[in-house]
């Protein structure tokens, strides 16, 4: 019961402390907003002129807990170094006031580069589970940490393209890890409570984005809490909705740079229902039913996905 009421603190941490950031941006003591790609989908103008960099509030919150010494340093400094990665994106963007920061291939080679050195010393250090009871060898614990590490932090990120999205999304996975594992610990109730905290400003109407720095602290902290308190394979069931929306990256590159053709009007997946409603008036005429519909849709097929993902899993192994 007493990490309900810390999940509650800290719930509560996030939102006073995330309004703070708001109020930073809006009064125009710092301007960091989040700059729109020419080739995305068309945003309305109070989403282009949101307050973003949410994500530095995460980072924030989890250094201070690491100096009290009260946080499991092998979870929370690996999430804060993934927060680093997209902050200095974001700082990069925010200073040439573009929508691009690192090259793809800077920004993927930080990422193994530091996923390298995490894998490395904790397959020193621990024992890794590969599913249920079973301890893995290194030999495959190695790689399949490296390989889920820089999927899921690029599949985090693209995630996050509408209000609450990515956010809920690692909301649901957060909570339904905790009741696989029958409790809630610690670090669980720390990051429910910051995730759910932060969901109150992102949420539709978004007052603030989490920028790179949010989606990849999120992605790491989700990563690290899964591994050391499940097993390695429960992350593929336990990120179902990023792992569709990653792939359906891959599938469209894949398709544009063989076949010449788009299998998606627009990728990531939710993208595609954006430029479907908008094309076909498949749900209704107002984009901003449109996107709560598309996100709340897209945590359904997320719960549902999962569950079916652990059950097959759970079968064959």
């Known amino acids: 019961m007493r990490n309900v009421y810390l999940a509650i603190v800290i719930f509560i941490v996030e939102i006073m402390l995330q309004e703070f950031w708001i109020r930073l941006q809006q009064t125009g003591i710092i301007k960091i907003f989040q700059k729109q790609k020419s080739y995305g989908p068309a945003i309305v103008e109070k989403k282009a002129s949101t307050p973003s960099m949410g994500g530095i509030v995460f980072i924030v919150i989890s250094a201070s807990l690491c100096v009290t010494r009260s946080a499991d340093y092998k979870i929370w400094l690996f999430a804060i170094a993934c927060g680093f990665i997209g902050l200095i994106d974001d700082g990069i963007k925010s200073f040439q006031g573009s929508s691009e920061g690192f090259s793809s291939l800077r920004k993927i080679t930080l990422q193994v580069f530091l996923s390298l050195i995490y894998a490395f010393l904790i397959c020193r250090e621990y024992d890794i589970y590969l599913w249920r009871n079973v301890i893995s060898p290194v030999w495959v614990s190695f790689p399949l940490i490296v390989f889920l590490s820089v999927g899921l932090q690029n599949a985090v990120n693209v995630t996050d393209g509408l209000d609450g999205?990515?956010?809920g999304g690692v909301a649901i996975s957060l909570i339904a890890t905790a009741i696989y594992m029958g409790e809630l610990n610690f670090d669980f109730a720390i990051a429910i409570g910051m995730v759910i905290g932060f969901l109150w400003h992102n949420s539709h109407p978004a007052h603030v984005f989490m920028g790179d720095a949010g989606s990849h602290f999120l992605a790491g902290l989700l990563f690290a809490l899964i591994l050391f308190n499940g097993s390695i394979l429960l992350i593929v069931p336990f990120t179902f909705l990023f792992g569709i929306e990653i792939i359906s990256v891959a599938i469209q590159i894949f398709s544009i740079?063989?076949?010449?053709?788009?299998?998606?009007?627009?990728?990531?997946?939710?993208?595609?229902?954006?430029?479907?409603?908008?094309?076909?008036?498949?749900?209704?005429?107002?984009?901003?039913?449109?996107?709560?519909?598309?996100?709340n849709r897209f945590y359904i097929?997320?719960?549902?996905?999962?569950?079916?993902?652990?059950?097959?899993?759970?079968?064959?192994?």
């Open 257 to 295: 740079r063989i076949f010449g053709r788009r299998i998606f009007r627009m990728a990531p997946l939710h993208h595609h229902f954006q430029r479907l409603n908008r094309e076909v008036d498949y749900i209704v005429p107002s984009s901003d039913l449109e996107e709560t519909i598309i996100v």
């Open 301 to 317: 097929v997320h719960i549902f996905g999962m569950a079916l993902l652990y059950v097959i899993l759970w079968r064959v192994l």
């Open 165 to 167: 999205l990515a956010t």
